[in-house]
């Protein structure tokens, strides 16, 4: 089972889910199960609120299925039920963080931007991994709302307030947890029992034996004679076939855009060296550039805090290189282009950010002429590079909207105060 599995009271809730919007309104069922053919997952759990439609998916694996309620869904079903109290007023909550401690010790955590759960804003783990994670997000900035236990309250949350995952949970005046059949996890495709697969696979051994006994002993021979011509010919066939291997995912070379992001502006030091002005900035694979502008300084001061520094001819302007790796990336499954692509979109139209897209063109499918080895077969991919900005928010928070499966981020510019983001949209 992927995620993890929480006991609360009776009932057993699952964390980990990963939480994609749905775009038709009425056939949520039907593209919630096609979502999950695609990633491969088999259960799936669908929340309405506040007029936005999502589903969390997860895997069942091996084994018999157990009853698995979200936790997530639960959480977010009871606030947008009861409202949260904050700014002097009890009214709905679009844009929360909630952290819960779990009775097992690991902390759950949830991260809900516009009514909608974050790609990566349902999880549980270590006080550690959930404490980075809360106080990462929550630098973003523009939250209604924190939730979670009393010991979070001395970090000085903006609009905390104190709740353990029971209180959320359970009824007015301490009552245990009333769980909702909304929160269930559902099977996105119908499951054969292994009674009835066993059933049915006696019954058709029987009937193919019945059947079948006198044809076989009838051409048992000719048969014979007849298949192993056949497995000859395809092995004729397979030696003349020239090889063809799969084409490389480019998207395992880089790490997720938080993580470069992240990177990128921990490396953004030293803004007025000497007194000298950052005045344009660029970091991605393989060097980060930083480019000074001379003020009322001289170059003295600037080569005494920066050594390295390369000033032009005319004393005014001065550059520097460093090496940048932010790391590999992981192999993961694509999404659809319509789907990706207007996810995207519609997180930066609301942000009032401009994206623009151009498609790639693929890469050679065959190996060169003279060059030993199997042929490269054509990607079943699509790839679009893409440029967002102006920018005038934090990069970072830019860079969290992008981390969906199969985006990467190439580099990240800086001037004037403006930010731009590049980078590669790999997609089906």
């Known amino acids: 089972m992927s995620g993890t ?10 964390c980990g889910l990963f939480w994609q919007s749905l775009s038709r309104p009425r056939e949520l069922a039907r593209e919630a199960a096609d979502l999950a053919r695609k990633i491969d997952c088999d259960l799936a759990v669908l929340r309405r609120e506040y007029a936005t439609a999502q589903a969390g998916f997860a895997h069942s694996g091996a084994g018999p299925r157990q009853t698995l309620y979200s936790l997530a869904a639960a959480v977010a079903g009871r606030l947008a039920r009861d409202g949260a109290h904050y700014d002097g007023e009890n009214q709905p909550v679009h844009n929360w963080l909630a952290a819960f401690r779990l009775p097992d010790g690991n902390w759950a955590y949830f991260a809900v931007r516009d009514a909608n759960f974050l790609p990566n804003g349902d999880f549980a783990g270590t006080r550690e991994e959930v404490f980075e994670r809360l106080h990462g997000d929550y630098g973003l900035g523009g939250w209604n709302l924190v939730i979670g236990d009393a010991e979070l309250e001395h970090y000085g949350f903006h609009n905390f307030r104190e709740r353990r995952i029971e209180d959320v949970l359970g009824e007015p005046g301490g009552g245990q947890i009333k769980i909702n059949r909304a929160w269930r996890l559902r099977p996105t495709a ?37 298949l192993a011509e056949e497995a000859e010919l395809l092995r004729q066939v397979e030696l003349r076939r020239p090889k063809v291997a799969a084409a490389p995912h480019p998207w395992t070379y880089s790490a997720a855009p938080t993580s470069v992001a992240r990177a990128c502006i921990d490396g953004l030091m030293q803004l007025t060296p000497g007194g000298w002005a950052l005045t344009e900035y660029s970091c991605g694979a393989p060097e980060q550039r930083y480019t000074w502008t001379r003020k009322e300084s001289t170059v003295d001061f600037l080569l005494a805090q920066v050594p390295g520094a390369q000033v032009d001819i005319g004393g005014d302007t001065a550059t520097l290189a460093r090496p940048f790796a932010p790391g590999a990336g992981v192999d993961e499954a694509l999404l659809p282009q319509q789907q990706l692509v207007a996810g995207i979109q519609s997180r930066l139209q609301l942000m009032h950010l401009n994206l623009h897209l151009a498609l790639m063109e693929a890469p ?32 970072l928070e830019v860079a969290a909207m992008l981390d969906m499966p199969g985006v990467r981020l190439e580099r990240l510019r800086y001037r004037a105060g403006i930010w731009s983001l590049e980078g590669v949209i790999y997609a089906k």
Not at 5 to 14: D, E, N, P, S, T
């Open 5 to 14: 599995i929480v006991q609360l009271g009776r009932h057993k809730f699952i």
């Open 364 to 395: 050679a499918p065959a190996t060169p002429a003279g060059v030993p080895g199997p042929a490269i077969a054509p990607p079943d991919w699509h790839a679009y590079r893409y440029v967002i900005g102006p920018v005038g928010v934090s990069p």
């Open 190 to 226: 119908t499951r054969m029992s292994p009674r009835m697969a066993a059933g049915v696979a006696a019954a058709c051994a029987l009937l193919v034996l019945g059947a079948g006994l006198g044809w076989r002993q009838y051409h048992a021979r000719q048969q014979a004679l007849r």
